[in-house]
């Protein structure tokens, strides 16, 4: 009874992290993927339930991403990321999250974005290796919250089944 709680907790900061911060986070990063119009067509999410789970999820991580941080887009990441910075620093001092280790590595990947970006001041004055550097942390990023994003649909689909239709309308893998 008491894991069923400590899961419910757990799924419901997840929920929130989503709905507040993860989807425009994700969307925002979906941008620097340069064959995001194909990752798209074949990630099928409305396929998503327990049984094509691991099917899609392999799919996410052998999928072969193009990522290029873009100095023309790093402002608008660099932005939404310094939006919901505090908001997660918060969510990684929550105790129920430390024992959810795939979702707290996302939100240090994404925090360790953020602060690359902080640290960088003008992004059109960025040498290669930079580019390079974060083009390889925004790809880890990137595709640790799809795959966490994957659970949380799983997790609507399973206890909400009316917020994981709408979910899947909005999803930010919609052509």
């Given amino acids: 009874m008491e894991t069923r709680k400590k899961i419910k907790k757990i799924n419901v900061i997840i929920s929130t992290f ?22 798209c067509k ?13 099917r899609i999820k392999k799919f996410v991580k052998a999928f072969q991403y193009d990522i290029y941080a873009n100095p023309d ?16 620093l918060d969510m990684l001092g929550n105790s129920n999250l430390l024992e959810h280790d795939s979702f707290t590595d996302m939100l240090w990947a994404t925090f360790h974005v953020a602060d690359e970006l902080q640290t960088r001041g003008e992004f059109s004055n ?3 290796s930079d580019i390079d550097h974060l083009s390889v942390d925004i790809s880890r990023a990137y595709v640790a919250i799809i795959l966490e994003w994957i659970n949380y649909m799983s997790y609507l689909q399973d206890e909400y089944p009316f917020l994981y239709s709408l979910a899947i309308r909005k999803n930010p893998f919609v052509m």
């Avoid at 911060?21 to 194909?38: C, K, L, P, Q």
């Avoid at 790093?74 to 908001?87: F, P, V």
């Fill in 18 to 39: 989503f709905v507040e911060a993860g989807i425009s986070i994700m969307t925002v990063m979906s941008g620097f993927n340069r064959n995001n119009n194909e990752f």
């Fill in 42 to 54: 074949l990630i099928k999410v409305e396929e998503l339930n327990k049984k094509n789970d691991y």
């Fill in 73 to 88: 887009k790093l402002e608008e990441l660099a932005l939404i990321l310094a939006k919901y910075k505090s908001y997660t």
């Fill in 126 to 128: 960025l040498i290669k």
